[in-house]
């Protein structure tokens, strides 16, 4: 049995699940719009990454404070923040006073309430179920956020392509309304909270680190998560500057390849929803599914022809999203309830942070060079700076 037969974990995996998705879909319709008003590789990679920026800077910061939360009310007053949030871009664009300036900041902002809300997202699915379901559910909120990053892109393209950008946010908007009656309503279950409100923030905060570094499964996945992240991610999270540079601006192209990687990330999600794994099988993916990143990638820079490019994004949301779901189970299942939030977040970490660097510079190399340099030389660098710091 999984955690879905669980009608409580059903109903928040659904609903929540959602909310992801509206996350998404305005993360690329930002970026679209700011491509559309600037046409510059640069401000539109780096208002697309802005949603994740955050995490990767104050990710840690956040998980030693959600230790103590309460995680009903935080996630009601988190995502309430995000449904304001994503309001006011609807409204915005409704009026069509958008500059880049105010997707900038609202982007920015909506990216500190996410690095907020991901600890609370991470330790909020432990106290929802019976602990006979606990294994189960990690792997389905996991497969839940990895497959919602680029399924979510997808439907944005879908509705850009198809209506506008005012119809994109609204959906966007409207995507939080569903969760917010189950996230009062939902019974959970009685969570053990040590009281650490005396200790130093700084020692908690390593803690969580040292705890990682000394676990050689997770530093190691970890590694992989920063290569991937770094050097493939950045990638996908770049597809409205990829679709205006490399395939001419077309909002066709941008539906095309964000549907495509979407159906990548899905095939993934269901394969690692419905298939048992231990922690070494869970660990013996991570590899080949960086390698098929690479290659796809690399592929990716060598091609205008939008099949091709659209195929190598559905090798590379299928590889991606293995790797984020696999890395994050592994750490889940490895690390006990008192450190879960704080190495759990140094993932969070590692990955938006190494993603947004990454997608920065390729955003850069379009201004002097091309992006298509860029993408070329990503992968290259990435294999190179796996094998120095991978622990045999």
């Not at 208002?47 to 920026?53: E, F, H, I, Q, S």
């Not at 103590?68 to 304001?84: C, G, P, V």
């Not at 850009?160 to 966007?172: A, H, K, Q, R």
């Not at 993934?268 to 922690?279: G, I, P, Y």
């Amino acid at each position: 049995m999984t955690a879905l037969s669980y009608r409580p974990f059903l109903l928040y995996f659904i609903t929540n699940s959602i909310s992801l998705l509206g996350l998404w879909i305005q993360k690329i319709g930002v970026g679209w719009l700011t491509w559309q008003l600037t046409e510059s590789t640069f401000w539109t990679s780096f208002v697309t990454l802005a949603l994740m920026a955050p995490a990767g800077i104050l990710g840690p910061f956040f998980a030693v404070w959600a230790e103590n939360w309460d995680m009903r009310r935080a996630s009601i007053f988190l995502k309430l923040s995000m449904l304001l949030l994503a309001t006011t871009v609807w409204y915005l664009q409704l009026l069509n006073l958008h500059t880049v300036y105010s997707l900038a900041i609202l982007s920015i902002f909506h990216g500190i309430l996410s690095a907020m809300y991901h600890p609370v997202r991470l330790v909020f699915v432990s106290v929802i179920v019976e602990k006979k379901f606990f294994g189960s559910a990690i792997s389905l909120n996991s497969a839940s956020f990895n497959a919602s990053r680029v399924i979510g892109p997808s439907l944005a393209g879908f509705f850009i392509f198809f209506f506008n950008l005012e119809v994109t946010f609204f959906v966007s908007a409207i995507s939080y309304l569903p969760l917010l009656p189950i996230l009062c309503l939902i019974p959970l279950r009685l969570r053990t909270i040590e009281n650490n409100k005396n200790e130093k923030f700084l020692k908690n905060l390593i803690d969580g680190l040292q705890v990682a570094l000394k676990t050689k499964i997770i530093i190691n996945s970890l590694i992989i998560v920063f290569v991937n992240a770094f050097f493939v991610r950045g990638i996908l999270e770049i597809q409205p500057t990829i679709a205006g540079e490399v395939l001419l601006g077309s909002s066709t192209s941008l539906s095309v390849i964000t549907a495509t990687a979407g159906v990548g990330a899905l095939l993934s999600s269901l394969w690692m929803s419905f298939t048992k794994f231990n922690q070494n099988n869970l660990f013996g993916v991570l590899f080949p599914m960086l390698l098929i990143g690479f290659i796809s990638s690399l592929l990716i820079g060598l091609t205008q022809n939008l099949i091709l490019i659209s195929s190598f994004f559905l090798i590379m949301g299928f590889s991606t999203t293995m790797i984020g779901i696999s890395s994050q189970t592994i750490i889940q299942l490895k690390v006990n309830d008192k450190y879960r939030a704080r190495v759990l977040t140094w993932w969070s970490t590692i990955s938006f942070g190494s993603l947004t660097l990454g997608g920065i510079i390729l955003g850069i190399s379009g201004e002097f060079f091309s992006i298509r340099f860029g993408i070329i030389s990503m992968p290259i660098l990435g294999f190179i700076t796996y094998k120095y710091f991978f622990r045999n």
